[in-house]
């Protein structure tokens, strides 16, 4: 399976597992594609700059069920193009109504800059507008989401956003992490919509998950070691020593990931 495409780069995980990935964009975006007897589910749907069903109508014919690891635009951008949508509980309101206090200027400049291949015609950021609509349905944590012979068992994990979720796949042991966990550049946890002392209950929470075999996580490195996950609960212990989980402490480096309050 090769697919060439002028805006997305699929990378196969494994038989039953795509990366579908925007590193023509500085924020390096990854959704995952992951196939199960019955029907597919996609997590998260990408910037919305290009169309990802285009790569999915590829990858699989069966039903595609959206999960959401949290409403924010870079992760919703082609939810339109699909007619079943997961999102937390906690977070389906700003999937509705848009997030309350985030100027839509600003988005369409974080969307429209540093971007290193050419766009497609369609994309126009000066009337760009992340998508919202009603989610077919909510989830909360310890849902199973079936997609036969494999199970993706929902966990709640707010801090990012309140409704951020990490799925992990039963099947293959991946553990997704959406925008809670990943490397490169520094988890966000600053803006006013964000709490740091949930964000670390919530890194705590994964940390103690023993079944993961890889971490995949929402932005930069497609696939990080679940040895990642001893370091994440040593920096737990370190940021709540350190008296520093709260807005406005900075950015506070460990040795393969970072975290800014
Ligand atoms: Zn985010
Ligand atoms: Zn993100």
């Known amino acids: 399976m090769q697919i060439k495409d002028a805006w997305f780069t699929v990378e196969k995980i494994d038989d039953i597992t795509f990366a579908i990935s925007e590193y023509g964009h500085w924020e390096q975006v990854h959704s995952y594609l992951l196939i199960g007897a019955e029907s597919a589910a996609l997590i998260d749907t990408g910037l ?10 590829q990858l699989t014919k069966l039903p ?19 007619e079943t949508i997961y999102v937390h509980e906690a977070d389906a309101d700003w999937l509705k109504h848009g997030i309350k206090g985030l100027p839509l200027e600003q988005i ?16 126009n950021p ?11 349905g909510l989830l909360g944590d310890g849902d199973i989401v079936e997609l036969g012979e494999r199970s993706l068992i929902i966990y709640h994990t707010p ?3 309140p409704g951020h979720i990490c799925i992990f796949d039963t099947k293959k042991r991946y553990l997704f992490t959406g925008d809670l966990l990943y490397t490169g550049t520094p988890i966000y946890a600053f803006y006013p919509s964000t709490n740091p002392i949930d964000l670390v209950n919530s890194l705590e929470k994964i940390a103690g998950m023993k079944a993961v075999a890889k971490i995949y996580g929402g932005h930069n490195d497609l696939e990080m070691d679940a040895s990642l996950l001893d370091e994440v609960q040593e920096a737990v212990i370190e940021l709540r020593k350190q008296d520093v989980v709260r807005h406005g402490t900075g950015i506070h480096r460990f040795h393969r990931f970072s975290v800014q309050f």
Not at 48 to 57: E, F, L, M, N, S
Not at 126 to 136: C, L, V, W
């Open 108 to 123: 369409r400049k974080d969307m429209a800059r540093n971007i290193t291949i050419p766009v497609p015609d369609t994309f």
């Open 159 to 161: 801090g990012h956003s």
């Open 48 to 57: 919305g700059i290009d169309h990802i069903k285009r790569i999915t109508d």
């Open 126 to 136: 000066n009337i760009y507008k992340p998508y919202q609509g009603e989610p077919t």
């Open 64 to 82: 595609i069920i959206v999960i959401t690891t949290h409403v924010h635009a870079d992760h919703i951008g082609s939810h339109d193009a699909f």
